[in-house]
């Protein structure tokens, strides 16, 4: 299927449908997936043991993350979705690519990703999305955006560099979700873990540490230290992670980045936290 260039009109009002969310907002975090029916075949081919085919539609591939939970990417539109591409008809995957190129016009820098979540309300087509900015490590959108949602559970917000660490602490929430394509590096983790052992000999010094108002326990700091140790054990040969080790770094990296903008955040820190351990 090929998508028409939407005319410069056309690219105001598809842009009028544009939804500002960052990734905590993601439907992943507050919906069931939808399981899609599929024609029923129980046969199986004589001698027949090919690979696993992952599917593609178009452009469109889909991913597998680490939990088993699969979304979408596009490589030519550098684009992601959770949206289920193979449950689209072709009049609802059209516009979506025509909404996606749109943005991607105000979009300068075409090494910024694009995630979307396509949502039906009120009758009309919708597109919930943000960017990513991978070389500053931080999340974006295409327009100005009263992000008081996002930064409500702060006192006071007024300086950038305030809302800059919640906006790199989505990007890593963003890395948690969708380690696809994703490249990080074996020295990164081991800076990981010695910013998470100072965090724990903080704790041990000092009754009143930032690290022991946050963490439930010495050893549930120990239980992270540990997880990421496997992760640079699990390194390819190159010293690149892997995709369930970058997800993990994804999760912990939010947390730390989030973990700066105490003590306006502990609350909701400690269940972020407690959350890692129980699982």
Known sequence: MTTATPTKFNQQMLLKHSVPIWPTQLRRYTEMPQLVPLVRDYNVQMMQIDPSRREVRGDWEECIHPSGATYHYNGKMNTFTELNIRACSDGQLQRLESWIHASRLKIDNQHWLLVVEPILARGEEVYPYYCVVPNNRIITWLEPVDAYLLFQECTTVSHWNHKRLELEAQFWKHIEYFPSRVSMNILEVKELRLQLNWYRVEALALENSTAASLFW???????????????????????????????????????????????????????????????
Do not use: F, W
């Not at 496997?230 to 992670?241: F, H, R, S, V």
């Not at 995709?243 to 947390?255: D, F, Q, T």
């Open 217 to 279: 326990t010495l050893d549930q700091m120990k239980e992270m230290l540990a997880e990421l140790a496997i992760a640079e054990e699990l390194a390819g040969p190159d010293g690149a992670m892997k995709e369930p080790s970058i997800a993990v770094c994804g999760k912990l990296l939010h947390l730390l980045r989030r973990m700066t903008l105490s003590p306006y955040q502990t609350s909701s820190i400690e269940q972020s936290i407690k959350g890692i351990t129980n699982t």
